[in-house]
């Protein structure tokens, strides 16, 4: 801690300067106190000082004239109620008294500021190509709408004069799908290609504005810091409402209230149709207002149930003979045509029949799920609990397909982001090669398929399976890892090449 000396207030020792211990800048105050500690706040590197003053000084003498020169260290009013209370200076405090001076942030003019050039729609399409494996609708749907969101931002910086042409009103997206067809991934995917700010946010943890959780506006303020805290950038960006179905209205048999649905519902219209948000910057104690009338926002969930919704809403009734069959009919028959099928070979397991029989089963239900959602409507949203002005909003809806085990055998196998070869890399680090047959794949494919959870279900499958592997490997001799089939189905061990040792014999 430093020890400063000073004589009266008046005389020639009143301004005390010291280094700071960290930059080494010089740092001036005033010191009218004995035997006291105060704190120092650098303005170069906003690093906190205790000094200590070891004599004391005149409390009736005047202030000198130049003090107004450092207002960043030195406030009378507080001092002077400081020397009469005989108190000691909280946090708060402090951060206001001796806070470095602040400085307005650089910004550009708001007028010369313009977008990076707009990447084509199939310029975007292929980019998502790369890491998203089939959803070719949904790829062209949401590459179509960042591209038009770019014009149309464009067009308004350059026809703000001309009240002849027509406004361009933005129009959202909301993305339905299974778990696990790549939803979110497809959102983090485009964050990344494009050149402005994008944020991606969980509608779960969003509640009514005064409970606990984070209220509506939160998700302006990550948009302003991904930003860079760019007010212009900000209102140019675009907000990704991730697991929006969970926002869907619940019944309470109890009369509670719904501060979790229906009321993040009513919270997100004007933000969404475009209001100015507050945001406060609490370095430099200022507040910036957003408007949110240009920012996009897509969302996309689950909405788990939805088909039979749809189903309800589309099954013609009839009776009698020459009535068309339900879905439920044709899914049962492929079901046990195909049960016979595998049960005529009696040279396959029980297990393996058992699987064969499941994916049957999952196929053809995805099969109809997937016909279903195509035939999604506005309406069917609303009875899934979303309120009418929220669907409203959201103008554009797109369904995503079931992934495939073809699918599967590419995204287990992908070289970007593939399990498979994220785990090659780390046996790599080991000096370790990693191998899966062509069988072990498609066997790998079988068993995430039958979880009904996507792609999700690769990553603990393959993990599982390496899990012996990856003890034995780190300080042993293993080269090389082979996995089969029997090693992804019958757990049996994985085929290991060790480096062969020669030993010489001294005669």
């Given amino acids: 801690m430093p020890r400063v000396g000073g004589g009266s207030f008046g005389g020639s020792n009143d301004k005390i300067r010291f280094a700071c211990p960290k930059c080494k800048a010089s740092i001036m105050f005033y010191c009218r106190f004995q035997g006291t500690k105060r704190h120092i706040r650098c303005h170069k590197c906003d690093y906190l000082i205790t000094v200590e003053h070891t004599v004391a000084a005149d409390p009736a003498t005047e202030l000198p004239s130049d003090i107004d020169e450092q207002p960043s260290f030195y406030d009378s009013e507080i001092l002077e109620q400081l020397s009469k209370e005989n108190i000691s200076m909280d946090d708060k405090r402090l951060g206001r008294l001796f806070a470095p001076p602040y400085e307005e942030p650089r910004t550009e003019d708001p007028e010369t500021k313009v977008l990076g050039t707009a990447p084509p729609p199939r310029e975007i399409f ?158 430099r104690n200022k507040t910036y207002q957003i408007d949110t009338k240009n920012i996009l926002f897509l969302a996309s969930g689950a909405f788990i149930g939805i088909d039979q919704i749809i189903k309800k809403r589309t099954a013609a009734k009839s009776l009698g003979f020459g009535s068309p069959m339900s879905a439920d009919h044709f899914t049962k028959t492929a079901a046990m045509e195909a049960e016979r099928r595998a049960a005529s070979d009696s040279s396959m397991p029980a297990s393996r029949l058992e699987r064969i029989k499941k994916i049957r089963e999952t196929e053809e239900k995805n099969s109809i799920r997937d016909d279903l959602l195509v035939q999604v409507e506005p309406r069917d949203i609303l009875d899934y609990g979303v309120i009418p002005e929220l669907a409203g909003r959201i103008p554009v809806v797109v369904t995503l397909d079931s992934l495939t085990q073809e699918d599967l055998v590419v995204i287990a196998n992908n070289k970007e982001r593939g399990v498979i070869s994220q785990l090659k890399e780390l046996l790599s680090l080991n000096d370790c090669e990693l191998e899966f047959t062509p069988d072990a794949l498609q066997s790998v494919a079988e068993l995430a398929f039958c979880k009904k959870t996507g792609a999700r279900a690769l990553k603990s499958i393959v993990e599982t399976t390496l899990l012996d592997a990856m003890f034995e490997i780190p300080g042993s001799d293993i080269t090389h890892v082979e996995v089969s089939s029997e090693t992804v189905l019958d757990k049996r061990p994985p085929i290991y090449t060790r480096t062969v040792t020669v030993t010489e014999q001294t005669p």
């Fill in 126 to 283: 292929t980019y998502l190509d790369k890491f998203v494996q089939g959803q070719d609708r949904a790829k062209r749907v949401l590459a179509v709408s960042i591209y038009n969101h770019y014009k149309r931002l464009h067009a308004q910086k350059t026809k703000e004069e001309n009240t002849d042409v027509p406004k361009l009103d933005k129009s959202n997206v909301l993305l339905i799908g299974p778990t696990g067809s790549g939803k979110t991934y497809m959102f983090q995917m485009v964050a990344k290609l494009l050149d402005v700010p994008m944020v991606v946010c969980d509608c779960t943890s969003l509640t009514q504005a005064g409970y606990v959780g984070e209220d509506v506006e939160s998700v302006i303020v990550r948009l302003w810091q991904a930003a860079g805290q760019d007010t212009e950038r900000t209102q140019q960006g675009i907000i990704v409402l991730d697991e929006l179905d969970k926002l869907a209205s619940k019944r309470n048999k109890h009369g509670g209230k719904d501060i979790g649905g229906e009321g993040v519902q009513q919270s997100l219209l004007k933000i969404i149709e475009g209001t100015n948000v507050t945001v406060t910057d609490k370095a």
